[in-house]
């Protein structure tokens, strides 16, 4: 069925790291991957996202990994900055059209 | 940045009373949606409307729901008698093209609390 999930609710990472967040999912028909974040008090905003016929996309600072063969996906931070601190939520959809299933978020924590 | 807002922010209501929460999207947006967020939950779908419309409906969105877009600007969730478990963040986005064509933008969010 449609299911996304998260592995941990929480990470903390010191200020200048590199942050990794990651995602599973079990609907193998799931076409289309998101990422968004949402910080304290706001809606949900889009990052970046990736179709299943790739396995690697980058954007500013982000960059979002996927393996189809474990159905995972990761968000990979680099050089993380106190602006990161939010929840950040994996989302697919079936296809280009469809609607967008969100899991469950994480929550990013950045250290000192 | 145009933006979604959301109005009012906070909705405090009594169970069984009806509840219409307010949401301007961005004005050459023609995709609309309507999702929640219990508390320290994922963000659940509810509906997603466009051509004046309901394109797709989740099992969330029950008779107790409706949408309208009663004017050039604004969208509607009107829910006709509220549950305890209708508490919850509501998030109305808006978007210029279909599921994942553009980017979802989302409002900050009416939080409704069903006492």
């Known amino acids: 069925g449609e299911s996304v999930g998260l592995h941990l609710p929480t990470l903390s990472v010191q200020e200048g790291d590199n942050s990794i967040i990651n995602c599973a999912y079990s609907?193998?028909?799931?076409?289309?991957f998101i990422w968004y974040k949402q910080e304290s008090g706001k809606g949900p905003q889009f990052i970046i996202d990736i179709r299943s016929n790739m396995d690697k996309r980058q954007g500013q600072r982000v960059t979002v990994l996927l393996n189809k063969t474990v159905k995972h996906l990761s968000l990979q931070i680099a050089a993380t900055q106190p602006g990161d601190s939010a929840v950040y939520f994996c989302?697919?959809?079936?296809?280009?059209?469809?609607?967008?299933?969100f899991g469950k978020g994480t929550r990013l924590h950045i250290l000192p | 940045e145009p933006e979604v807002t959301q109005t009012p922010s906070h909705q405090v209501t009594q169970m069984g009373q009806e509840v219409i929460l307010r949401c301007v999207p961005i004005s050459n947006h023609l995709y609309f949606y309507w999702y929640r967020q219990i508390l320290g939950q994922k963000v659940e779908f509810l509906v997603s409307?466009?051509?004046?419309?309901?394109?797709?409906k989740s099992e969330i969105f029950d008779d107790q729901f409706s949408v309208e877009r009663p004017d050039g600007s604004n969208f509607t969730l009107k829910i006709r008698s509220t549950k305890l478990e209708d508490s919850a963040m509501y998030f109305c986005?808006?978007?210029?093209?279909?599921?994942?064509?553009?980017?979802?933008?989302f409002g900050n969010g009416t939080r409704l609390t069903v006492t």
């Open positions: 609907n193998s028909a799931s076409d289309y």
């Open positions: 409307f466009y051509n004046n419309e309901i394109s797709e």
């Open positions: 986005a808006s978007s210029d093209g279909p599921g994942v064509v553009s980017p979802l933008h």
């Open positions: 989302a697919e959809s079936m296809n280009r059209d469809d609607k967008i299933i």
